[in-house]
């Protein structure tokens, strides 16, 4: 078979490749630009949580719609990606590399705290069923641990892509301090820890 051989520098001169603006305008199907905004993240199975400082016997003791409220006020999320170190052989004066195991990040979202939606309560309550202060107790994986979801949409909102996070838990919250100079509005970064995460097929959440 012959080897096929490309000489860069014809490449925008060939008709029939071309790479420009015009190319992108011509196949709007192709290159409609993804946006930062259009996006979605939701925890499941957080309905019904339970308050931080409650037992369960007062009246409004659990938090009925806090996934729907959560989804509402998150403001920003990264990315979920893994890495995977090398594992180095040397022979002579040569490295040869293998993938290693791989590495997934801390995942990190930014909610706004709506007075209402009140999501630093849904926030704090999931966080407390792995760590309670007032018991000193750690939880079970079964009830600190849930599945997220990030969605990301086109413009018009058509679900473009949608990564599926497994065994999420609250390792921190963070807030700005109080500042009676500052009006600016409320936000909540919440480092998430998970175990892995993939790229999900299905309609379904």
Partial sequence: MATLKINPSTIAERSDTPHGVYHLSDNPELFEISRDNNFEFV?????GILKVGMTGDEQ?????????MLRLSVNSSSIPHFTQRAIQVKRGNNTLNYAGVPEFGN??????????ADAKSILMSWQNLSYNVETEKVGLITDYKKDCFLLEYSPDYQLVRKWKLYGCWISEIRENDFNADNNGKRQITVTIIYDKAQLDRTDEI
């Fill in 43 to 47: 925890v499941t199975n957080l309905d």
């Fill in 60 to 68: 409004e003791a659990y938090i009925p719609n806090a996934q729907e």
């Fill in 107 to 116: 995942h990190t979202i930014q909610v706004i705290d709506f007075i209402g």
